[in-house]
């Protein structure tokens, strides 16, 4: 009898249309790809995160966006979401020193990047395609958190 080991590394990828519910799809996507994978010590986390990054994607854009979770060798896994807006936005673009201020706790708002700061182990964001055009094709947003 043959036996199959399941990888340590695999990949999800959803395409999100430009809809209020796009974060809810993808919070469902993120809790089954990391509960069929023994992720769950990390799921809080990760959803949270990923609700932030496409809630952004949304309400900056007005086109569609991209959701991909990898896990990566090590341990890792990564989230990244693309979105056609451009700009790059603190903590991902810039220098360490470029962080993210709390929001008042009155506000409504304002909270996702702060929170990729303080619960991802590490995060990072490129302008994507299209330079040579004049024109840019979005960009993409990640965060890693350590799942073992």
Known sequence: MVTVAL???WVYALRLPHDPRAARVARMTVRTALLTHGMGEVLDDVELLTSELV?????HTTGPASLRLTALSGGRLRVGVWDSHPHIPAPFGGPLRDR???TPASAESGRGLWLVERCADSWGGWP???????RGAGK????????G
Do not use: I, M
Request: cysteine-free.
């Open 140 to 147: 993409l947003l990640w965060f890693e958190v350590r799942t």
């Open 7 to 9: 990888p340590d590394t």
């Open 128 to 134: 994507l395609g299209g330079e040579l055009l004049g």
């Open 100 to 102: 993210v201020q709390p």
């Open 55 to 59: 809630t952004n994607a949304y309400r």
